[in-house]
Every structure is written in C-alpha cells, then in structure tokens.
C-alpha cells in the first residue's frame, strides 16, 4: 500500500467522480465526495512523511520507467502542495453541503460534485506527475471542472465569467502544449527529469528559447499574473461560493508550482533568469499587480470581487517573491502559496457563509452586520487582517520574508513599496470594518442569524490556523526554507 | 537558415496566428470557438509535422517496411484532439446558456448588459 | 460547414504525414461532432454576426508578437523529416523495436497509448467525462416547458433518406465494433471506435427526432454507462496493483506477460469505447434538446 501511495492520491478523487454520477442521490453523493477529499488528504499527510524519511519518491507508471513511461515524482515541493490542496478541499466540502443547497438547484448538486471531485484530480495529477504532458492533460482536466463550476452560480454573469476563462484558459493551456511541443522537438522527451538533462546541450538555441517564452506565458496566464489575470474577478464573483472557496486557494498555487517546477528542475535557475529578463519581469509585473488590483479592490462593491482582485494582488506578491531569485525570496513565495490559501479560505468560507443568510455579496447588505453574525465577521476580520500583514497572523511571516528577501538583494525601494501595497490592503478592509461595525442594520429586515454551523466550523479551523501558524511558524517556515534550498541545489 | 526545409513549420504558424486572431480580435462568441479549435488545430499540425521521417511510414509493424515515423507524437495528439473537442462542446454549451440569458452571443452586447445591471443594484 | 471542410483537409494532411490513427480520429471528431455541435448552435443563434471587430488593431499587434516569436523559433529546428532529429532517435526508437517483444501488437501508435502511456490515455477519458458532466450541468434541465413532444423530425419527410438512413445504422454500429477491436492491428481503437458508434445514434436522431431517440436510448442507463467506461479502466490499474504490479502495469495480470499486455489493452481500450460512445451521445441528445426548445419557443 505504502509504495502505491503517489498513485493512490490521485486515483481516490478520480475513481470517486463516477462512482458519484452513478450514486446519484445528493445525500450520498455529499458523504462519498467528502470520504473521498478526507482519505486523499490523509494520503498527502503520509506522502509528506514517507518523502521526508525516503527522500524523492518515483513510481512508475504503467510498469514501464521513465522515459519510455509516464513516472510521478513526489519530493518535498509537491508534497507540501499536496497536503495544502486536499487539506483546504476537505474543509470547504465540509461547508459545502448547506451552502450549496442555497445556491444551486437540487438536481445540479451531484453535477457539482462530481465536477469538483474531477477539478480536486486535475490539480493532484498536476502536482504528482513527473511528466510533462501528464501536466498538460490534468490541467486541462482541472480547468474544463473549473469552467462547469463556475457556470453553476446563479447569476448569468457566471456563465459569461466562465466562458471567458474558457477562451482564456485554452489559450494559455494550447501555449503550455506549444512549449511542451518545441521542448519535445528538439530534446526528444517528455519527462521532467529526462528533459533537465538533455536541455542544457540545445540551451542556446532559439527554439528552446521560444519553448520557455511559450510555456511561462501560457502558465502566467493560468496563475493569473497583470496583465492576465482579467479572468479571475468575475469567475470567483460569480461562481457558487464553495467552488470560490476551493478555486481561489488551490488553482492558482498549482499554477505557480508548475512555473516554479519548470525553472528550477527542468531548465535550471541559471537559464532561466539567464536567459530572459525573467526577473525583472517578473518583479515589474508582480509589483503592477499589487498596485493596479489593489486600488480596483477599493473601489469594488461585490464583496466577492474586491477579494478576488485581493487575490490578483497576492499572487502579485508570490511572483515577486520568485523575481527576487534568491533562497530568501523563493522561501517567501512557498510560505505565502500556503499562507494565502488559509487567509483566502477563510474569507471565501465566510462570505459563504454570508450568503447562505444575507443573500447578497454587496457591500450596502454589510450593514450592522458585525453585531448580527459575529462569528462571520470576526472571521473576515482576522482574514482581512492576515491580508494586511499585521504581526500574529501568517500573512505578517509571508511579508517579513519577503521584505527580508528585497532588504538582503538590497532592493530597498522595493520594499517600500510592499509596504505601501499593504496599507492599500488596510483601505479595502477597513471599508468593509466600517461598514459592518460602524453602520446600523438596514431597518427594514429581520435581524439574520449567525451563519450555519456547517459553515461557521471549518471557516473557524481556518482562521485559527492563520493566526497559530502566525505564531508557531515551524512547520511552514522550515518547510519552505527545506524546498527553497533544495531546488536552488538542483539548480546548480 | 533553410527555409525551404521548413516551410511545414510556416504553413503551421500562419494557421495558428489566424486562429488566434479570430479568438482575440472577433466579438461573436461562436466565431471566438472557431478561432479557438483552428488555433489548437494548428498547433497539432505542429506536432504531426514534426513526427514524420522521410520515406518512413505510418508505424504500424510490417516485415515489408524498415522505416518509421515516431508514434509518440500520434499519441499526444490524439489525447490533444479529445482535449480540444471537450473544451468546443463546453464552450459551445456556456454559448447556448448565454444566448438564452442575455438573448445575443455577441461580446459587447452582452458587457452592455451587464453594465446596465451593475448600475442599478 | 467550412469548418467541416477544414477538418476534413487536416485529416488528409495527417494521413500525408502517416499519422493514420490521428487522421482517422481528425476525421470522426472534428468533421463529425465538432461540425455538428456547431450547427446545431448555430441554428440557435443566427448565422450572421455584428461584423465590427473587437479592438482589431491591439488584437494585430499581439498576434503579430506572437508569429514572429514562433517564426524566430523555427530557426533552430530539425529539418522536416529528418530522420536524425532528437525526437527520432530518443525515446521514439525503443517504442518502434521494442514494443515487438513487450506487447506484440502491430499498430506502435495503439502499444505507446494503451500501455507505455496509458495513463495519459486514462486522463483523456476523464477530460471526455468531465466534458460530458459540464454539458450535462449545464444544458440538462431547461425551465421551459417540453414543447417538442411528438413532432416528427424534418427529415422525416425523405422518404429515401429515411429508407437509407435506417439500413446504414447497424451497419455503422458494426463498423464501430470493427474499429474497436481491430485497434490492435490497423488504425482505430476505443476512442474512434466510440466516436463512430455515437454517429449511428446521431444519425437516427437525425432521422427520427431527438425525442424519439431519446426513448430507444435511455438517457439515465447512457449516463451510468459513462462513469462505467472510466471505471472499468481505473479497475483495470487497480486490479493490476492488487496483483502486486504498479497502477495500470499489465504485465501483471496474467500469467505470461505478453497475454496480461493484451488482456489489459483490450479491456482499457473497451473503457474508452464505451465512455466516449455515451458521452457524444449525451453531448449531442442534451444540445439538440436544448436548442430544439430554445428555437420551439421562438418559431
């Protein structure tokens, strides 16, 4: 059982999607996707064990080894990735049951499901495989989920919202599959592994070139980086709050992964930021991100979207981080991939719970709400305050590790101006502070209860888990500083 | 340079660039798919083109053949031709849903609409 | 219509270039469904377009980078059919003389799918689910009254191409079957196989109306087939764990690993078969319901 492990995680949601369609009843359906979520979650947690002791794990797929076959590669970065995927799936299948029967009509719930199952597959082959075309494959397994999530939302603007991630996301991926194609052209392989050492030999040419430029366009599209990230607002605005939930922490890490999968351990630290002026791009347009998404979340009043462009604005930082190019940098962008997926949750998990009683996401339907669901507030608060980077919350670690990371390459104006990123974000959350605690309750309504407990429970695991490992950074830190050094390593 | 050794690989781009340019530039939305499935189309001319070996054949074991053509590309390109035909049909399906929410499929119809609804709520 | 067309030439370049499988699948899928999804959706939407481009001069620019991109990366590559190029003598090579000996099968292009990358093939068929559910989530259930009932189709009134139309079904179906077992030896396999046998159902839904398809095929036992098709493949892998192989490692189920390669392609490739037979079937009956409503409503 122990060396099927790799296998194993991506097989459980896979194997459950159909099992879901043909069970049919939603009560079933419900429990069995959950079973499913919670058993590939204790799957990672194992992985992530068995790597630390074994060190990298390769299982060959099919029998046949690398690269005439397909081989999954687990070692300390994807495993890490891992446990954050399926650990923020189970939570938010947890909330999802009432939330979802607000939301959507009752025969598209086992719809839900079983596309959320096959988007859940998608992201974990992305991460497991070791081959570059698998990645291929399951991203597009992932996005084709995503597009039939978000056109479930009940506003109509979902189905437009999804349609453009539709046209977007296949020009990225059809980017992706040119790069892997030229890749292929001129090394002969399709495996990771195998493709980090055959690159180097036809590094210079103009083919691999324009593979590289290809494929980190098509994933930068993916992950949402300014400018290509005009997707997003509207698909995590419109989509049914679950799938938000799940969406906003997972897809775009795993996009980041791939992007910092293939510079390190397929073309090598040195080609890449070598070669292009991948860094300073990378820092420009991480930097842009910041600025231009903030000061639109300012102005947002869907709630929903001023998050998601919060969320443009995060990933901002992520990309930074990387353009750094140094260990400190790298180690900051793995902490704020974790980081950001807990505050995200928890926002998204509370504004679910929201809109299971409040029925609306604009920012007038706040009001007075601090003192009629304090528990949802609360949570939004400390998420909004983790956003910000204010000390006790995780997001204060991600931020002094990337400040440190611009202070060590001594890239001071920089800095400066993460630090005026983060008062934007004090703007934007303060709006929505003030508007919940200093307002009075609209008159005309009965006073709404406090979110469901379904929903309240596991919105509550993540905003405890922000501030704990706020504190106590061990796991986390140590984690992403292991990663760090390694893939700078392997890089030499 | 030799161009005529690669003139598949011209033949390939401008399809590619003509697809591409349909999905940016047009605003009916069918037209974007279209633009959308020549664009991958191309892009697996690319890789078929790139399988052959002159004078080989399809790779299908003969005792009468000695050469060739690579298979692997055949394989990529016939998952890469499922992909594209599943992305056409749920783009195809958010098409039918939106002409039947906002009764156009075209681009800027539709984002007038929701400007006007956006000004009112 | 030109899209057919289109279709039809890239299918007659790959059969040029030797790739018969690919061709075969170009064919089916994209003369075939691709062209009739969009009719269909077409006669929904009207044909003609609002003919002002959208932003075409920065839409120019950007193409314009991205040719010349491509264009400055041909220039380092292997000349066309040249028979030294990486991809020739890497990897590809061993397919070509060793799949003789490890699985015995003619056709290298059905070994490298249906066993050396197999599980490639395994996510093409969850993409082929997944594409299904998404139609399914979001054309199935319609608000508007069921209007189109009995009405017979308008191919209904040829009297020929109904006569004709009838006695070419089983024939196709079995042609299907053909295609589906003879992957092993010439071009073909599941997935054209099942591209081909949901054509018959078209075909008569053509001819008979959707909704009297819809009787002969019962929607709820084609859906449960679908998730069956995935499922009888990811058994295939876990059987082939429990026999103390890796997932989806043929060479375990049998005695003589040659027979378990065959008895694992075989029963895969009918995964497929089934899987993508079903959902083309559902992907067409759930859009030609749809619109035929939408267009019910505004005739």
Known sequence: MIEHLPILQVIIPLLAAPICLILREARLVRWFTFIASALAFVNSILLLQQVQTQGTISYSLGGWDAPIGIEYRIDLLNAYLLILVTSISTLALLAAGPSLRKELSERKE???????????????????????????????????????????????????ASYQYLIMGTIGATFILIGIGLMYMMTGTLNMYDLAERLPEVQQTKTVFTAFAFFVVGVCL??????????????????????????????????????????????????????????????ALGLMGVFAASIVAIYQDNVKRLFAYSSVAQIGYMILGLGVGSKTGLTATLLHLFNHALMKGAIFLALAGLIYRVGSVNLKAFSGLGKQMPWTMAAIVVGGLSLIGVPLTVGFVSKWYLVLALLESNWWPIAVLVLIGSLLAVIYVWRIVEVAYFRKAMQDSAPYKEAPLMILIPTWILVLANIYFGIDTGFTVGLSEQIAASLFEVAK | MNFLEQYNYW???????????????????????????????????????MSKVTAGTAPILNEAYKVYSNPLPHVLILTAIVVGIATTALGLALVVRIKEAYGSVEEDLIQEKDLQQEGSE | MLMGVYSLLTASFFVLMDAVDVAFTEAAVGAGISTILMVTVLSMAGRFENRQLHHPRIALFVVLITGVMLVYGTFDMPAFGDLNAPVQTHVAPYYLQQSAQDI???????????????FDTFGEVVVVFTAVIGVLAMLEFSRKPDTTGDEPAPMYQHKILRIVGKILIPPIMLFALYVQFHGEYGPGG???????????????????????????????????????????????????????????EYNALAENPITGQHVGIIIIELGVGITVATAMMLIFLTFARRVGKANGDSA
Not at chain 3, 212 to 225: D, E, I
Request: aromatic content about 14%; charged content about 10%.
């Open chain 1, 110 to 160: 086992t719809y839900f499901y079983v596309a959320y199952l096959l988007c859940l597959t998608g992201l974990l082959g992305i991460l497991a495989t070791g081959d570059a075309f698998n990645v291929f494959v399951f991203l597009e397994i992932s996005s084709l989920a995503s597009y039939t999530m978000i056109a479930m939302g009940r506003d109509r603007r979902a189905l437009w």
């Open chain 1, 222 to 283: 993916k992950l949402a980086l300014f400018p290509l990230h005009l997707w997003l607002p509207n698909a995590y605005a419109y989509a049914p709050s679950i799938a938000t939930v799940f969406l906003a922490a997972t897809a775009t890490k795993v996009a980041i992964y791939v992007l910092l999968r293939f510079i390190f351990s397929v073309y090598g630290f040195e080609f890449s930021f070598s070669h292009l002026p991948l860094q300073e791009i990378l820092v």
């Open chain 3, 104 to 118: 015995d099968i003619p056709n290298v292009v059905t070994s490298v799918l249906a066993s050396y990358r197999g």
């Open chain 3, 190 to 248: 599941g997935f054209q196989a099942g591209v081909i046998f949901a054509a018959a159902i078209i075909l008569h839904a053509m001819l008979f109306g959707v909704e009297s398809t819809r009787k002969a095929v019962s929607m709820p036992v084609v859906k449960v087939l679908a998730a069956v098709g995935v499922l009888i493949y990811g058994s295939v892998g876990v059987v082939a764990m429990l026999n103390g192989g890796r997932f989806l």
């Open chain 2, 11 to 49: 033949i390939v781009i401008i399809l590619m660039m003509s697809g591409f340019y349909i999905v940016i530039a047009h605003g009916n939305l069918i037209k974007k798919m279209i633009g959308l499935t020549v664009f991958q189309t191309s892009v697996f001319i690319l890789y078929i083109s």
